[in-house]
């Protein structure tokens, strides 16, 4: 695919970024369709989509992996299980699906493992997921992330082989009310997650948080930042999922002035580039559930309060975090992954090559950052990481040979 021209792209100086100075906030709430999904976009919609995001700051776009796409990621997902976490899980059997369980499971996510198996690094080079980012970035020139995937288990009804009978696991349910930015916006501080952080202190406290925003890698309320979910499996209302509070994007500088001392308290956390929205915050009346279909793609702006909330049926949510960036982003490189991360029959296309950052796009910007000299924290944490998964794999290995 030849990525400049097949991809219509509206420039960046067009690409309106709304002054978030709205004095009240107006609710924007997405419409559903008769099945209670988020009414989704196809791929092609560009200008339907820019208009739609603009307005809402959350946007859905369908069939962006086919079905066997995300039955092959699925059964990555248990893969990455087994082999990082504990050999004996078991998709057909809820009766190992607590030992080992990874870490962050009451926020619906699979540890803080990078998930590195051969569908899952295939999805972050998909042509039709980078066209969506390219719509809603108005560039082309980008980056993927690489992160982690998402598994909400099913906590009503479920089916124990060994006891033949189903029961609830209400210890299964991930934490309510979980509405967070991951932007702080008194200054500009926004989540790097998943890329290479450029600036060095990044999650140490700013020093002078009113003015903070000056400098050029507090970026996060001048340029747009996008965070998005790929559903690997429908979900439904039911199953638990991502929610928030479309349209804030129009009120958050507003908001902003009016909690200087959370987002000043938030500066000082352990997570300098989030703020976690009070439980008594008006705004959550306002919270939209946001269900999904297998194969789409929820993007949303990362000035809205979002989170998820908790499964409530018989069937598990799956998903995988998964965004881009463009090169520009003065904040962000891409992850220092080394092409020995990748899995073995995973075949890197000339777009991931671009994506992952092995290779430099075309502009003269994107060819003076590729030269850039890297974090050398970044860089050891990528080795760190890369010495867990070997040790993982040959523990499961051993533990296979020998059973
Ligand atoms: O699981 C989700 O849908 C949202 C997770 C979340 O809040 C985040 O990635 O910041």
Aim: hydrophobic residues 30%.
């Amino acid at each position: 695919m030849d990525n400049s021209s097949n991809t219509k792209s509206t420039k960046l100086t067009e690409i309106h970024l709304s002054s978030g100075d709205d004095e009240i906030f107006h609710p924007a709430p997405l419409p559903t369709d008769d099945d209670g999904f988020i009414v989704a976009f196809n791929i092609d919609q560009h200008d339907e989509i820019l208009t739609f995001f603009e307005k809402h700051g959350v946007v859905v776009v369908a069939n962006v992996l086919t079905e066997q796409e995300c039955e092959r990621s699925v059964d990555d997902v248990w893969k990455f299980l087994q082999e990082m976490f504990n050999p004996n899980i078991d998709r057909d059997k809820p009766e190992t699906w607590d030992s080992n369980w990874p870490m962050f499971s009451h926020m619906g996510i699979l540890g803080s493992e990078r998930w590195l198996y051969p569908q899952a690094c295939d999805n972050r080079q998909n042509p039709n997921i980078y066209k969506v980012f390219c719509t809603l970035f108005g560039d082309h020139e980008l980056m993927t992330n690489v992160t982690r995937a998402g598994l909400m288990r099913p906590t009503k009804n479920v089916y124990f082989p060994s006891l033949n009978k189903t029961e609830d696991r209400e210890n299964w349910k991930t934490i309510s009310n979980w509405l967070h930015l991951d932007v702080n916006p008194l200054t500009g501080r926004a989540t790097t997650y998943g890329f290479e952080h450029v600036a060095e202190g990044h999650f140490e406290p700013s020093n002078a948080p009113r003015a903070a925003q000056n400098k050029s890698t507090n970026n996060g309320m001048r340029v747009r930042k996008l965070q998005a979910v790929l559903a690997l499996v429908d979900c439904r209302e039911q199953d638990g999922g991502f929610h928030a509070v479309p349209g804030f994007q129009h009120y958050i500088v507003t908001w902003t002035k009016q909690n200087e001392k959370l987002c000043l308290h938030s500066n000082q956390s352990r997570d300098p580039t989030s703020v976690q929205i009070p439980r008594d915050d008006p705004i959550r009346e306002h919270i939209q559930r946001m269900p999904i279909r297998k194969g789409s793609l929820l993007v949303w702006d990362t000035r809205l309060p979002h989170g998820n909330y908790p499964n409530n049926s018989n069937q598990m949510r799956i998903i995988q975090y998964l965004h881009m960036a463009p090169i520009a982003d003065e904040a962000l490189r891409p992850f220092p992954l080394s092409k020995q991360d990748l899995p073995e029959t995973f075949q890197l296309t000339e777009l991931g090559e671009k994506l992952y950052g092995f290779k430099s796009w075309e502009s003269d910007n994107a060819q003076y950052r590729f030269q850039e000299q890297r974090n050398s924290e970044v860089l050891d944490q990528a080795l760190y990481e890369r010495q867990v998964r070997d040790l993982m794999k040959a523990r499961y290995q051993t533990n296979k040979n020998s059973s």
